[in-house]
């Protein structure tokens, strides 16, 4: 059983804890810029391989998410088996590697398949991330540790579309893929000589049954949820994806009650404060997500922005973000995150609120100080609420309690872009984006109608994804201290 053997432990007197968050938190910016920095390419690479945009080009995003999402929970529960150093440094050759064949595609069939692969690699060094920043700080440390991990992703995120504008415009799209080259053998070098872990006692063994049928069921969510809006809400190819994942997920409940070391203790999902933290989590992803995912459509089709101008007027987001969470997460190893969190989550929901409140000649000012509230309500709240998630779990759990947090993110981002999508799409915004950025619409009355059948519909869609911030606020609160 889980309880008669000793957890890996990755800060031992050989391996200094600023190390191990130096080497994971990296890891984590290239995983980061890697997923943000692709989107900017994709005309690139459609226009390079003569294929529509909106095609079968789409599956080198989502073939990646996908995979992602579908391996994460089984590369958690192998860290805590086998070691979370190991993991890790497979992690980065997989994704490395893949990187390599990415930027050396042919073709774009290999292209897709060489980004499955490359999520392999993505999907265990995000399951592993968290859970080595874990195991490597206590608990008076931990929380300001986590925010600077977190400041890592954030700079991934909001670098991505800058690095790859420069770099497509320097170079060609696949330069994007390249430059995770020289970071992941520098990051593997150095872990293979600096990381160390401590094992002691047998170690269980592997339910692969349930890593499987949570595969299936995790994927095919993913799946439905990133093509939802393509095939239809109603299409039989949807409902079909979304029902293999529901009875995936109960045969894999099935399996995992009978196995003597499942891949998520259900005990886990017993704990009121795990549970709660892990909802609240995936409410934020789902809520704030939507703010990267629409706003580009507001400056760009709307406002009639480049790329470039578009990316750096978002970048306040994400800079907030970074630099709240470390003193958020100080704050928190101070005085628990029993406040912090829901707080922190309330006034990212009044940032979005404002956010639905922008027009044609809104202020860039009030656009970017909106921004920055989100921001600042995202830091307060996701370096406490990730330190008590990964607090509540057991220290043989770690590796599981990380991939429960990033698939938390996973399906949080894929709904968000699944929800937000629908309400922008459903109300005419969507079409009329693309109507005034093809033509921009010469006739008054008619470019008038277009801004306001836009503006409607992402102000419906960004309120909805404020009363699903407020919902977290309520979660946040319920799971009662820590």
């Known amino acids: 059983m889980a309880g008669s053997w000793c957890t890996p432990v990755m800060a031992t007197p050989s391996t200094n804890k600023w190390v191990v968050l130096a080497l994971s938190a990296t890891a984590a910016f290239m995983t980061t810029l890697d997923s943000s920095i692709v989107n900017i390419g994709l005309p690139s690479i ?26 994460l929970l089984s590369f958690g529960r192998l860290a805590d088996i086998v070691g979370r ?11 490395t590697a893949g990187s390599a064949v990415c930027g050396a595609a042919p073709s774009l069939p290999v292209l897709v398949v060489a980004r499955c692969f490359q999520g392999l690699g993505g999907a265990a060094i995000f399951a592993t991330n968290v859970a080595m920043v874990t195991a490597a700080f206590g608990p008076r440390e931990r929380g300001r540790a986590l925010g600077i991990n977190l400041i890592l992703v954030a700079l991934g995120i909001s670098a991505g579309p800058t690095v ?15 430059v995770n080259l020289p970071i992941g053998l520098v990051v593997f070098s150095l872990s293979w000589w600096l990381l160390a872990e401590q094992h002691a006692g047998r170690r269980p063994r592997f339910d692969v049954a349930g890593a499987a049928l949570l595969a ?6 993913t799946l439905g949820l990133s093509f939802g809006e393509q095939w239809g809400w109603t ?3 949807l409902i079909g994806t979304l029902v293999t994942a529901a009875v995936s997920l109960v045969a894999a409940i099935v399996v995992e009650r009978r196995h003597e070391s499942p891949i998520v203790d259900l005990a886990l999902l017993r704990n009121r404060v795990f549970v709660l933290a892990n909802l609240s989590f995936m409410l934020a992803m789902l809520a704030l997500f939507a703010v990267s995912f629409l706003m580009p459509f507001y400056w760009e089709e709307l406002r009639g922005l480049d790329v470039l101008t578009t990316g750096l007027l978002l970048t306040p987001y994400s800079i907030t973000l970074g630099v709240v969470a ?42 970017i100080g909106a921004l920055v509230v989100a921001g600042l309500g995202q830091g307060l709240f996701a370096s406490p609420n990730s330190r008590t998630i990964m607090g509540a779990a057991p220290a043989d759990r770690v590796g599981v309690a990380s991939g429960i947090l990033a698939t938390s993110r996973v399906v949080g981002q894929s709904l968000s872009v699944a929800v937000a999508g629908a309400v922008f799409a459903s109300l005419g915004a969507a079409a009329a984006g693309a109507a005034l950025a093809a033509a921009g619409a010469g006739d008054p009355g008619r470019l008038a109608q277009l801004q306001q059948t836009f503006l409607g ?24 201290a820590e």
């Not at 150093?85 to 994704?95: H, K, W």
């Open 46 to 71: 459609a226009h390079d391989f003569g294929t529509p945009l909106a095609g079968e080009v789409e599956w080198i995003v989502i073939g990646y998410l996908v995979v992602i999402a579908a391996a």
């Open 85 to 95: 150093r190991p993991v890790f440094l497979i992690g980065l050759v997989v994704f």
């Open 164 to 178: 790859g504008g420069i770099l497509i415009q320097a170079f060609t799209w696949r330069a994007i893929f390249y």
């Open 216 to 221: 299936l069921a995790l994927g095919a969510l």
């Open 235 to 237: 299409s039989p190819l």
């Open 326 to 367: 470390p003193f958020a997460g100080s704050l928190a190893d101070r005085s628990g995150s029993r406040w912090l969190a829901p707080s922190g989550l309330a006034l990212a929901c009044i940032g979005l609120l404002l956010l639905s409140g922008v027009g044609t000649t809104t202020p860039y000012f009030y656009v």
């Open 457 to 480: 519909g992402l102000h419906a869609a960004l309120l909805v994804c404020a009363g699903l911030a407020a919902f977290g606020v309520v979660t946040a609160f319920a799971r009662g």
